[in-house]
Structures are given as structure tokens and as C-alpha cells.
């Protein structure tokens, strides 16, 4: 069965940094575009960055600019997100996600495959 696994979150405190990584089991991530996103307690998820099947177009979405960084890797079938000078606002479950498309198209229901979540906590 086709399915995403997310790893590497945690307890971290704020200033510090986590890198996520999203691998692929019985599919190929080559054509597809990855999303991550996140979902704080109380609230939506939304998104937080997105990279292209190419891993060359990648765009972050309001405060991940500047400190998060989307790379894709398909000889590893990995999608990862560097998160750095973390604040205890970047505390959620992270997501990721795949769409059979060039990029992310935008609404969550376009993507095919998601995963169950690392949850990333920021505290001192």
C-alpha cells in the first residue's frame, strides 16, 4: 500500500532546529509535488511549504520564510524540511504530503498521499 512516513520530530527548544523528513513506501516521489504542512492545537491545518517534482520551485508560506528550507532528494525518495531558529508558534503536527502534478496546486483535497505526522514541540 502506498504511503508516506514523516520522522524527526521532537522537543526542541525555541532558537533551535529539527529536520523533518518524509519518506515514500511503494510509490516513486519523482513526479510528484510535496507539501508540508502543520496543524497547531485548536486550529487548521495549513500549509508550509511546497516543493515542485523537480525540486527546483519551492515556496514557504508566512513566518517559514527565512527559516525553513523544502528539498527533495528522489534518489532517496525522501522530501525533507530543515526547520531552524524554531519558536514555540512552530509547535504542531507536521504533515506531509504528494500530488501527482508539477507543484503544489493549493487546496489539500488535490493531494494523493499524506502521512501520519511527527509532532514538533518548541519549549524551554
Known amino acids: 500500500q502506498p504511503h508516506l512516513v514523516e520522522s524527526g520530530g521532537g522537543l526542541v527548544q525555541p532558537g533551535g532546529s529539527l529536520r523533518l523528513s518524509c519518506t515514500a513506501s511503494?510509490?516513486?516521489?519523482?513526479?510528484?509535488?510535496i507539501g508540508w504542512f502543520r496543524q497547531a492545537p485548536g486550529k487548521e491545518r495549513v500549509g508550509v511549504a511546497c516543493?515542485?517534482?523537480?525540486?527546483?520551485?519551492?515556496d514557504y508560506t508566512g513566518s517559514a520564510k527565512g527559516r525553513f528550507t523544502i528539498s527533495k532528494d528522489n534518489a532517496r525518495n525522501t522530501v525533507y524540511l530543515q526547520m531552524n531558529d524554531l519558536k514555540p508558534e512552530d509547535t504542531a503536527v507536521y504533515y506531509c504530503?504528494?500530488?501527482?502534478?508539477?507543484?503544489?496546486?493549493?487546496?489539500?483535497?488535490?493531494?494523493?498521499?499524506w502521512g501520519q505526522g511527527t509532532q514538533v514541540t518548541v519549549s524551554s
Open positions: 511503494g510509490f516513486s516521489l519523482e513526479y510528484y509535488a
Open positions: 516543493t515542485s517534482y523537480s525540486g527546483e520551485n519551492v
Open positions: 504530503a504528494a500530488e501527482i502534478a508539477y507543484y503544489c496546486s493549493g487546496p489539500q483535497a488535490e493531494f494523493d498521499y
